[in-house]
């Protein structure tokens, strides 16, 4: 008798919640309040070029790199490095750092080969998934450990920078970096502001290659910024997307870093190798913070990891033996450096053909800025409404800023695109 009461209660108990559940459900939904996301600004214009059937549309916005056919490349690097870990490896979890390999490969490329950071075992660090994981992590550990900071955010960047360090619940600045006026860097407003920063503040620098400016400051500008760091003890977190990529030189890619430790500053480094090795898909990346000394080190890193865990928990393996089997080969890094030079050397050429053939239109603007600045990413100066009428009348496709995508202009296209862009502009 008890067992079969018992029975009973359980099935009036269930048919009850499923009666709830069901009265509720009919009455009112879970996630009426939920509006759809806006679009994102970059991928809504690869979602329209892809919609438009025009024959001779061009797409300009996307943010990865094409040769001068318009198609994506995989390096011979990475083909090579694939073909030698084919069926080397099982598929079991990498540690929740990562690969030790490519990590330590990756910071003999962030700070130097020979860097005393090294040798000493003075940077905390972790495989991240590419750029965007590694200032996710970041951003969460300023909000774990210093909670009360805020971040200095560059006018403009990468959008998804807001986004992470947003999420984060992390308070964030800006501080001046472009000049609209010479469609160059703002130095005099970016020192201004690095000055009236509250002091330990922390700052999103862009290593190289800026995105979207394509502006980045000179040595001497390196030193200048490096040194009124120095005398206000801000903390300054590099986003390192485009090492080798910017001017085809690793070394001198990673230049601005560079400075910031000679000085003795303890940075951090967002590296990614999507650009640079074309691995975008594969998300390979790694997130490094300077320390005082190695047992810092140790402890960062355990913390950076115990951030990861309930994200990720692991990070994958694939792409981290493709770069760590590149780097770590004397001749597979030769054969990657020749490439990525040879990438970098095809935007810098697309910029030159860009700025004649606008000049051989009889523009009656400068045109300067589009070989001055440096990387994927040339800041045009086209207004929304300019931009509006090359994608409406030329079916020419970027984002409303005007940043153009270099890697999306070939020989050719450079005609018609320098032509569209003259007609638009020509009445200021």
């Known amino acids: 008798m ?16 499923v009666l709830g559940v069901r009265s509720m459900s009919s009455s009112s939904s879970w996630w009426r309040s939920v509006d759809p996301a806006p679009k994102d600004p970059i991928l809504g214009v690869t979602e329209a070029y892809l919609a438009d059937p025009c024959p001779d549309k061009v797409n300009v916005g996307v943010g990865a ?28 979890y990498l540690p929740m750092g990562g690969s030790i390999n490519m990590i330590e490969e990756s910071l ?41 900071s805020q971040v200095f955010i560059p006018v403009p960047t990468w959008s998804n920078h807001h986004n992470i360090w947003r999420d984060a619940n992390v308070t964030q600045k800006t501080y001046r970096y472009y000049h609209p006026e010479s469609r160059g860097l703002d130095f005099i407003g970016m020192i201004e502001d690095i000055k009236s920063a509250p002091n330990g503040s922390f700052f ?101 990891q115990q951030l990861a865990r309930p994200m990720y928990s692991n990070p994958p393996v694939h792409g981290a033996l493709v770069v760590s089997t590149i780097l770590g080969d004397p001749e597979l890094k030769k054969l990657w450096l020749r490439e990525v030079k040879g990438m970098a050397d095809r935007i810098i050429r697309t910029r030159a053909a860009l700025r004649e053939s606008l000049e051989k239109l009889g523009s009656p603007l400068s045109w300067e800025h589009v070989t001055n600045q440096i990387g994927m990413f040339c800041y045009s100066g086209l207004t929304p409404e300019q931009v509006d009428r090359l994608t409406n009348e030329f079916h020419i496709y970027l ?29 200021g």
């Open 204 to 304: 999103l620098l862009h290593a190289c290659a800026h995105n979207p400016t394509g502006v980045d400051p000179s040595e001497e500008q390196w030193k200048e910024i490096s040194h009124q760091f120095k005398v206000k003890g801000h903390f300054a977190f590099f986003d390192m997307a485009y090492q080798g990529f910017a001017s085809g030189n690793t070394e001198k890619d990673a230049k601005a870093i560079r400075i910031f430790i000679e000085d003795g500053h303890p940075v951090g480094c967002a590296q990614s190798y999507a650009k640079n090795m074309g691995l975008y898909g594969q998300r390979v990346g790694c997130l490094s913070v300077v320390c005082d000394d190695a047992k810092q080190a140790v402890a960062v890193k355990s913390q950076l």
């Open 2 to 17: 008890a067992l079969r009461a018992a029975i009973s209660c359980r099935v009036l108990i269930k048919s009850s919640a």
């Open 108 to 148: 003999k490329l962030a700070y130097g080969e020979n860097s005393d950071l090294l040798k000493e075992k003075r940077i905390g660090a972790i495989q991240s998934l590419s750029g965007t994981g590694a200032c996710r992590i970041f951003a969460e550990f300023q909000k774990r450990f210093c909670p009360d």
């Open 65 to 92: 790199y094409r040769d001068d056919n318009g198609k994506p490349v995989v390096l011979e690097c990475v083909r090579e490095a694939e073909r030698r870990i084919a069926g080397s490896f099982n598929m079991e």
């Open 399 to 427: 984002t409303r800023n005007g940043r153009i995508s270099m890697a999306g202009v070939t020989s050719g296209n450079v005609g018609y695109l320098a032509n569209a862009i003259h007609e638009v502009t020509k009445y």
